[in-house]
């Protein structure tokens, strides 16, 4: 089906462009490797989607499709939870920074009464 | 004993400026820090008498409450009290909110706006619900757990960091003061609840937010 060929030549470019950035060293080896086997499972289920079927039985859910549907809510929950965790990290760091800044602007508490022009 | 009065302070132009000066009555020092207010409650501030540091962007009430502790054990306090900087509360109950730490009876004082205080009832419902909660997560049984008037000893102040930066940091401290297994003690303060239209304090859902901030704070190494 050229759906197919079409997904694909798109997984085709999307393990490219992995690899380049592995290259460039912006992917840590781990998470590339994590990537281009993340895709390749893809690439294999687009390819011969029997195999989910095949799975989906095996555990006892209907259609192969279904237990795709499942596995990706799955795993986009995980993803979001992980950003969430990220995202406060990155809050908590923000306010270090702003401590910081501000214990450093000492100096307007001794004496003169000048308003300080930081933004 | 120096005693040093800890205001977090975030658009509060209308009320930190009686607010410190009520207080300094009854502290050596008063560091009021502006949380990125965007009005003029840091001049307000310095002009009643205060020192006052500011975060230039807004970092909410836990975080602004970590500076000041840090100023303040910097400045070496020997008693911390942390204060609200919108008017809720009566400045002169600082001498019974601070005096078990100064007599050594306890490391921590918590104020307890219950008994004293003219409570709405909806407001009543959701303090008693985090009562329960605390108990069940630090194992401190207070009657009151989300009040801002609280006192601390330089030893405990040294031992609880505030790393909770909105408002889930109350309950933080509960928590570690429960893990640090502090010496702590409930004292009655009065706060004072304007009309309805003013809101103040938390909604449901500001406490469902606490609640996932508090779960969020256990997944963070």
């Known amino acids: ?119 | 004993m120096k005693t040093i009065a800890v205001i977090p302070a975030y658009n509060e132009e209308r009320t930190i400026a009686d607010v410190v000066i009520e207080v300094q009555k009854y502290v050596t020092e008063v560091v009021v820090v502006d949380d990125g207010s965007a009005d003029h409650t840091m001049e307000r501030a310095k002009r009643a008498g205060a020192i006052v540091y500011s975060h230039f962007l807004n970092r909410g009430q836990g975080a602004a409450l970590e500076t000041g502790k840090k100023i303040a054990l910097l400045r070496q306090a020997d008693v911390i009290v942390t204060y609200d900087a919108d008017g809720q509360f009566v400045a002169e109950e600082i001498i019974n909110v601070v005096r078990p730490v100064m007599e050594g009876r306890a490391d921590v004082v918590l104020g307890a706006r219950f008994g004293k205080s003219n409570i709405p009832p909806v407001k009543k419902f959701f303090l008693k619900g985090a009562t329960i909660f605390t108990r069940l997560t630090s194992g401190l049984n207070l009657s009151d757990t989300h009040n801002g008037f609280r006192a601390f000893s330089r030893e405990a102040a040294e031992k609880i960091t505030i790393e909770q930066n909105r408002m889930a940091h109350a309950s933080e401290i509960l928590e570690k003061i429960g893990r640090q297994s502090l010496r702590y003690e409930e004292v009655p303060v009065t706060v004072k609840y304007f009309s309805p239209q003013m809101r103040r304090g938390q909604r449901l859902p500001d406490y469902l937010k606490i609640l996932f901030d508090l779960f969020l704070g256990k997944n963070i190494k």
Do not use: C, H
């Open chain 1, 1 to 119: 089906m050229l759906i197919q060929y079409l997904l694909s030549f798109l997984i085709l470019l999307i393990i490219y462009r992995v690899v380049i950035k592995w290259r460039q060293g912006i992917l840590t080896s781990r998470d590339s490797v994590f990537w281009i086997g993340f895709w390749f499972v893809v690439g294999i289920i687009i390819l011969l989607p029997d195999t989910t079927s095949y799975l989906a039985e095996l555990v006892g859910v209907g259609r192969g499709a279904d237990l795709i549907v499942y596995l990706s809510i799955v795993l986009i929950f995980y993803i979001i939870f992980q950003m969430t965790i990220k995202i406060e990290k990155i809050e908590r760091n923000i306010t270090k920074v702003v401590r910081t800044v501000a214990m450093k602007d000492d100096t307007e508490n001794n004496g003169q009464q000048t308003k300080n022009e930081k933004t």
